[in-house]
């Protein structure tokens, strides 16, 4: 029997799709019982102000930059969303004296429009906001080479190949409505996967590439970054994929409550802890990574209960 419909976007895979009874279970979730949800290989932390955490996603920077040799080049793959960190870890890098020389940096995604990544130039560019907040407020004598940062292309060859020029020590990323990480964003509901969502292990062959953006994804970007004008926001974006994130040594999936709502940040920890990996729900997937921690801000996890505003 086919899996319900979305019922935000039928022509999807979405978390919708999932059997009622694991939403409703989801939805219980108490603070306390997610941060029970840890396990091995999957780590819950809690943070109580918003200082300490952003602070904390700082420092996995430059505890990975710090790692960096001459024979063993380190680098981290960081995302945008969120940007808070960016301007700590520069002022870290300036007072701590961090030489960068054989760090490398990745960012994870790009928008992609006409045929090409957007430019620099782009006001919602991602390399550009890395640029702004991060690399380019770090002293000129502590600099990374401009060869150690990886941004992808709507052609990804390059790209690919800089994930073996250098360890990954740490993937960060946020989690956006539909519950992804970078622009895995779920599948569209066609053939060959029209009554179920395409297995894991399919997903996960995926690497770095064009997207298609769920429909909500498009929503949530013009919330957090466009000023709620969906139609300037892009369709299509340039994603590191589920290959590239298999070669991280951790993936540390900051969450504020500003990116994702209190269900779905409940939702993906569950999935994780239970080794319930949907790609409906591609966060899920992270139940196969063996090095995956959960970081919340805890006044943002928020209740599932119905308030009416």
């Given at each position: 029997?086919?899996?319900?419909?979305?019922?935000?976007?039928?022509?999807?895979?979405?978390?919708?799709?999932?059997?009622?009874?694991?939403?409703?279970?989801?939805?219980?979730?108490?603070?306390?019982?997610?941060?029970?949800?840890?396990?091995?290989?999957?780590?819950?932390?809690?943070?109580?102000?918003?200082?300490?955490?952003?602070l904390a996603e700082a420092l996995e920077y430059i505890?990975?930059?710090?790692?960096?040799?001459?024979?063993?080049?380190?680098?981290?793959?960081?995302?945008?969303g969120p940007t808070e960190q960016l301007p700590l870890?520069?002022?870290?890098?300036?007072?701590?004296?961090?030489?960068?020389?054989?760090?490398?940096?990745?960012?994870?995604?790009?928008?992609?429009?006409?045929?090409?990544?957007?430019?620099?130039?782009?006001?919602?560019?991602?390399?550009?906001?890395?640029?702004?907040?991060?690399?380019?407020?770090?002293?000129?004598?502590?600099?990374?080479?401009?060869?150690?940062?990886?941004?992808?292309?709507?052609?990804?060859?390059?790209?690919?190949?800089?994930?073996?020029?250098?360890?990954?020590?740490?993937?960060?990323?946020?989690?956006?409505?539909?519950?992804?990480?970078?622009?895995?964003?779920?599948?569209?509901?066609?053939?060959?996967?029209?009554?179920?969502?395409?297995?894991?292990?399919?997903?996960?062959?995926?690497?770095?590439?064009?997207?298609?953006?769920?429909?909500?994804?498009?929503?949530?970007?013009?919330?957090?970054?466009?000023?709620?004008?969906?139609?300037?926001?892009?369709?299509?974006?340039?994603?590191?994929?589920?290959?590239?994130?298999?070669?991280?040594?951790?993936?540390?999936?900051?969450?504020?409550?500003?990116?994702?709502?209190?269900?779905?940040?409940?939702?993906?920890?569950?999935?994780?802890?239970?080794?319930?990996?949907?790609?409906?729900?591609?966060?899920?997937?992270?139940?196969?990574?063996?090095?995956?921690?959960?970081?919340?801000?805890?006044?943002?996890?928020?209740?599932?209960?119905?308030?009416?505003?």
């Open positions: 029997m086919a899996r319900k419909m979305s019922s935000i976007a039928p022509g999807w895979w979405d978390y919708t799709t999932l059997p009622e009874e694991l939403l409703e279970e989801v939805a219980r979730l108490t603070v306390d019982d997610v941060v029970k949800l840890s396990r091995d290989g999957f780590r819950v932390v809690m943070y109580d102000t918003l200082e300490e955490f952003y505890e990975a930059w710090r790692q960096a040799t001459p024979d063993e080049p380190v680098g981290i793959c960081g995302p945008i870890v520069a002022r870290l890098v300036n007072a701590l004296d961090v030489n960068l020389k054989h760090a490398h940096f990745w960012g994870m995604d790009e928008w992609y429009k006409d045929g090409r990544e957007v430019p620099e130039t782009h006001p919602l560019s991602f390399a550009r906001a890395d640029r702004e907040l991060c690399f380019n407020r770090i002293r000129p004598d502590l600099r990374m080479p401009e060869s150690n940062i990886h941004f992808p292309k709507a052609d990804p060859t390059t790209y690919i190949k800089s994930w073996e020029k250098a360890r990954c020590a740490v993937m960060q990323g946020g989690q956006g409505e539909i519950k992804h990480w970078a622009f895995n964003d779920s599948p569209k509901r066609e053939a060959p996967y029209l009554d179920e969502p395409p297995p894991a292990a399919v997903y996960r062959k995926l690497a770095t590439r064009v997207v298609d953006l769920h429909p909500a994804t498009l929503m949530q970007n013009a919330r957090t970054s466009g000023g709620g004008n969906v139609a300037g926001i892009p369709t299509q974006a340039i994603s590191v994929g589920p290959v590239e994130t298999w070669k991280a040594g951790r993936v540390s999936i900051w969450q504020a409550g500003t990116h994702d709502n209190p269900f779905g940040q409940r939702l993906t920890a569950f999935m994780i802890s239970k080794e319930i990996a949907d790609s409906s729900v591609p966060m899920s997937l992270l139940a196969q990574h063996p090095n995956v921690q959960f970081n919340y801000y805890r006044k943002g996890l928020g209740t599932c209960e119905a308030e009416m505003h």
